[in-house]
């Protein structure tokens, strides 16, 4: 067994098969390989972003002040990242977060 397969994940996580924004960039949702949708709000993708500007990278503790992420935020664009993630800008200017397939599977809400 080599060193790539003992650090290669057991079973793969989920991965989106299709993004869209609201009409008004206040949600998004994803389509996933399995079949699943889910649903976020901006604001929650926002006050959840992983990037070293809102999370300290040494004690992994959220520097970003949740509270102050104002609930009409939007998201005015959506990048895929790889095949692994996408990236969002934000109608505040934020745009450095990564947020894989893993954290948006658990960032976001079933739609039923």
Not at 18 to 34: K, V, Y
Not at 47 to 54: M, N, T
Not at 95 to 104: A, C, Q, R, S
Request: with cysteine.
């Amino acid at each position: 067994m080599s060193f790539w397969d003992r650090i290669k994940p057991s079973t793969p996580s989920a991965t989106a098969t299709d993004a869209r924004l609201s009409s008004d960039g206040s949600r998004l949702e994803l389509t996933w390989d399995d079949g699943a949708k889910t649903t976020a709000t901006a604001q929650a993708l926002r006050q959840h972003c992983p990037c070293a500007g809102c999370v300290d990278e040494w004690t992994n503790q959220r520097t970003l002040d949740t509270t102050k992420v104002p609930a009409d935020l939007r998201v005015n664009q959506v990048h895929p990242v790889g095949n692994y993630a996408l990236t969002f800008a934000f109608s505040d200017g934020h745009t450095t977060g990564i947020y894989p397939w893993k954290l948006l599977r658990e960032l976001t809400q079933p739609i039923n």
